[in-house]
């Protein structure tokens, strides 16, 4: 059984940085694509970045390229969400997931596997 914990969220001010963490077990993540997707109140969930298990490729949204990086730690079967320059738009649930695929990333239906999000504030 696949789980996914996410922990790092909190509330900050415009400007400040958050690091979160999604830790997996009963899967080892070098194996799979990692992906973070927000989901902000009254909209859909969107792609955020991903790191593919194949290449070790990287791609972001447009709206967080430059301010936000994905790494993990794959010894810790850990993924990681460094976000800098965070701004009120920013504020969402965010949620870590796993997939097999090495294309289609930034569509939340590639991934298998997801955790249950922890929350980012950000406050102007």
């Known amino acids: 059984q696949v789980q996914l914990v996410e922990s790092g969220g909190g509330l900050v001010q415009a400007g400040g940085s958050l690091r979160l963490s999604c830790a997996a077990s009963?899967?080892?993540?070098?194996?799979?694509?990692v992906g973070w997707f927000r989901q902000a109140p009254g909209k859909e969930r969107e792609f955020v970045a991903t790191n593919t298990w194949s290449s070790g490729s990287t791609y972001y949204a447009d709206s967080v390229t430059g301010r936000f990086t994905i790494s993990r730690d794959n010894t810790k079967n850990t993924v990681f969400l460094h976000m800098d320059n965070l701004k009120p738009e920013d504020t969402a649930r965010y949620y870590c997931?796993?997939?097999?695929?090495?294309?289609?990333?930034?569509?939340?239906?590639?991934?298998?596997?997801w955790g249950q999000g922890t929350q980012v504030t950000v406050s102007s």
């Open positions: 009963g899967r080892t993540v070098s194996a799979y694509t």
């Open positions: 997931a796993l997939s097999g695929r090495t294309t289609m990333l930034r569509s939340a239906p590639s991934y298998a596997y």
